[in-house]
Nanobody, 124 residues
């Protein structure tokens, strides 16, 4: 039984930082792609960042490039999203995913199953 445990959301002022964590359990091997999606109120869900073990590449949506960094624990299905210089438009529910695929140019998912997510709120 695969389970994703997300943590690290919260409320910060604009310019602040947060670090999201996601641990996937129940796998017998390393998952190739793990990442984060987000959905703000009234907005469509979008892929934010992902990391691929196959070639150590990463994907970032344009709006977070230079501010967010995704990383992964060696030999574990655990990923982190360091979010710096947060902006009010980063306010959203953030969802960890473990069924993604893509490259540095695009991100997609194999399913449409979503966890509970973790809320990030940035005040101006």
């Amino acid at each position: 039984h695969v389970q994703l445990v997300e943590s690290g959301g919260g409320s910060v002022d604009a310019g602040g930082s947060l670090r999201l964590s996601c641990a996937a359990s129940g796998y017998s091997s390393i998952v190739n792609c793990m990442g984060w999606y987000r959905q703000g109120i009234g907005e469509e869900r979008e892929g934010v960042a992902a990391i691929f073990t196959s070639d150590d590449s990463t994907y970032y949506t344009d709006s977070v490039k230079g501010r967010f960094t995704i990383s992964r624990e060696n030999d574990k299905n655990t990923v982190y999203l360091q979010m710096n210089n947060l902006k009010p438009e980063d306010t959203a529910m953030y969802y960890c995913v473990d069924d993604c695929y893509g490259s540095r140019y695009y991100l997609a998912r194999r399913t449409n199953v979503w966890g509970q997510g973790t809320q990030v709120t940035v005040s101006s």
